[in-house]
């Protein structure tokens, strides 16, 4: 029988332990109801303390980003919810609004704020709950509790946001440098495909089962009617207006879409902010956690890993092995659960019954053997570091030079020729090779990869050269280094461009270049953060402007923050281009639409020298690891 509100249900887990469940039908502000679950350590608990984690994956589904957990990797929900109820936690999970049971049409973000509220102070209300209700969360149940938290929201206690939590969803997340994420579009089908209105119709589901995504990313840009989401409608209507919304205006300034304007909103409680060198949140994390730093008199704390997407529990990231301490398990804790069940405690347990973490903790990658592991991946190794603030207190500014020889130096730049040129061809883009990607199946994955595209990437063709070859990537790079140098922090490029083109983009890659070895006879070009600019966003993201054909700008393309240690022998590398397809949607090169438009065009692009361009790195001085 379906389980009705009210009634305590024991729950059996592995080793024979257990736990218990009862559901609850939770009123928004708009009658609908929204359906959760809440767990205890025993049927009618008394008040106490409650985490709350909002979802719209099912809240009862296992999620591979919870990592690893007592056999189970990943552990089901009851399995994880155990360890904070033994701990003296209730624990409510909930389906966002028209996800899993709850009713409601889901709109993407944008109702997280509202339901948020009302649920938290719904649950301070319920006998189990003592008035504290704190939250947790990976990835989307991350930007529910930015979203709740912008509401100032009365009873909220303290909030654990992985992996998420919407700084400002226009620069990191779903756009970034004016251009759209196509991260945006995969997660869209894929939820759509899962969605009540598609599980309902067996004819509506095996319309979408027969759809071809990569197919469909072949005809970018999509417009209404045409794309792969043309059945399901409230699905399209939703990413094509994210899409659509190009300038920053009144849309990007929501509640639950940009904690940066409702910061003085949030409540002062205690923030703890996890993401990962190859996760699309490391802006996300690194803002809030330095905002509510300041702003705030609770603690906040950051810890950036060297993983993918809520993939703490693995070593690796794409073809890159980190080595066995870059697991969460083991390295900051006993498990994921361990460390919140601690951090938790630390905050909301009488008399603080655990030592709150260091303020920041992120993980230095390099310092590996170079070498292929048993399991086929590069050894880049790395380490466990502790600071006081983001970036590290001891990071210097260095400036290295773009050379028209392709130098990468901090000495004078040299004089001729002025300028390089490549023709952007939005018909043949760049092809992404790893990177800060999350749910971009089949078209994309996230993680550190070799630069040398093979089978396995989307819009690949044979010759499978390195992408360094491709004439439209322009290449700059340090000799070979005498003296290690470790980078930890934000990456910024100054570029002087033209174009042909009232509107062009310009992407920019770091890269840490191993040497040939035995291993890797051709070396190892490992890709560590990317960014771009669409070029109509230059001087604003309010108020776009074209370009003049010929006309000279200086520019700023940015790049989400990264900490590597670059080993003696190897190469600082910057690559320099227009496109980085399919993770960022192409520009047309026409000035048009950025969605529904029908023509592309070539554009020529400069990159002016002369001391006209430069790359800035944050680097480790002294105190830490040292640099040239």
């Known amino acids: 029988m379906p389980e009705t509100e009210n009634e305590w249900r024991r ?25 959760a679950d809440v767990y205890a350590d025993r049927p009618d608990p008394s008040p106490g303390p409650v985490l709350l984690e909002r979802t719209p994956y099912g809240r009862r589904e296992a999620r591979g980003s919870d990592g690893a957990l007592g056999g189970e990797n990943p552990p089901a929900p009851q399995t994880a919810a155990e360890v904070f109820t033994r701990g003296g936690y209730r624990v409510v999970r909930q389906d966002c609004r028209g996800r899993g049971d709850s009713e409601g049409t889901f709109v993407k973000y944008l109702n997280e704020a509202t339901d948020g509220y009302d649920t938290v102070e ?20 991350a930007h529910a509790q930015a979203a709740l938290a912008s509401l100032g929201t009365p009873h909220l206690a303290a909030m654990f946001l992985d992996s998420g939590g919407f700084a400002s969803a226009y620069e990191a997340g779903t756009r970034m440098g004016g251009a759209f994420e196509l991260k945006q579009a995969t997660w869209a089908f894929h939820r759509a495909k899962l969605s009540e209105t598609v599980r309902a119709d067996p004819t509506l589901r095996a319309t979408l089962d ?64 996890m993401s990962s060198w190859y996760d699309p949140y490391i802006r996300t994390a690194t803002e809030n956690f330095r905002e509510l730093g300041r702003k705030k008199n609770s603690p906040a704390y950051l810890v950036l890993g060297p993983w993918t997407h809520g993939r703490r529990s693995d070593s690796f990231a794409g073809d890159v092995d980190f080595g066995p301490d870059a697991r969460l398990d083991g390295s900051l804790a006993e498990s994921y659960a361990a460390m919140r069940l601690s951090w938790f405690d630390a905050h909301l347990a009488p008399d603080g019954m ?127 280094l005498t003296e290690a140098l470790a980078v930890a922090g934000p990456v910024s490029v100054r570029l002087t461009v033209s174009s042909s083109a009232p509107d062009t983009d310009f992407t920019i890659k770091l890269v840490d270049v191993h040497p040939p070895s035995a291993d890797y006879p051709q070396g190892f070009a490992m890709n560590l953060t990317d960014g771009i600019l669409r070029c109509r966003y230059r001087d604003s993201f309010s108020d776009p402007e074209p370009m003049v054909p010929g006309e000279t700008y200086e520019i700023t393309v940015e790049a989400p923050d990264t900490a590597n240690l670059f080993l003696v022998g190897h190469r600082i590398r910057l690559d320099v281009s227009s496109s980085n397809f399919p993770r960022f949607d192409l520009n047309s090169n ?32 002294r105190k830490g690891t040292p640099h040239a």
Not at 125 to 131: A, L, S, T, V
Not at 442 to 454: E, K, L, N, R, Y
Not at 605 to 615: F, I, P, Q
């Open 210 to 273: 027969s759809e071809d995504l990569a197919a469909w990313f072949t005809r970018m840009p999509w417009r209404r009617g045409a794309s792969p989401l043309r059945f399901v409608p409230e699905y399209e209507d939703y990413l094509l207006e994210q899409w659509e919304n190009g300038a920053f205006g009144p849309y990007w300034q929501q509640p639950g879409i940009y904690a940066r304007g409702y910061y003085d909103a949030f409540p002062d409680v205690p923030s703890l902010h």
């Open 122 to 141: 719904w649950i301070a209300e319920q006998p189990w709950c003592d008035g504290r209700v704190a939250t947790m969360g990976v990835s989307y149940s």
């Open 354 to 480: 655990a030592e709150p973490p260091p303020p920041v903790r992120y993980f230095l990658m390099g310092g590996g053997s170079g070498r292929c592991t048993a399991e086929g991946r590069l050894d880049h190794g790395g380490h466990w570091c502790t600071a006081a603030s983001w970036p590290p207190e001891e990071t210097q500014i260095v400036t290295f030079t773009l050379g028209a020889t392709g130098t990468l130096s901090q000495r004078a730049p040299e004089s001729s020729p002025p300028f390089l040129e490549y023709d952007f061809d939005p018909r043949d883009p760049v092809p992404t090779l790893g990177g800060q990607v999350t749910s971009g199946e089949p078209v994309m994955s996230g993680g550190a990869f070799h630069q040398h595209p093979d089978a396995r990437f989307f819009g690949v063709t044979e010759p499978h050269l390195p992408l360094d070859s491709r004439p439209d990537v322009l290449v700059f790079q340090t000799p070979p």
């Open 590 to 621: 026409t000035g048009g639409t950025e969605v529904g438009e029908r023509r592309k065009a070539v554009a020529t692009n400069r990159v002016h020298m002369g001391g006209r361009s430069w790359l800035t790195l944050p680097v480790l001085g």
């Open 11 to 35: 729950v059996s887990l592995p080793g024979g332990r257990s736990c218990w469940r009862s559901a609850l039908r939770i009123p928004a502000r708009d009658g609908v109801l929204l359906i």
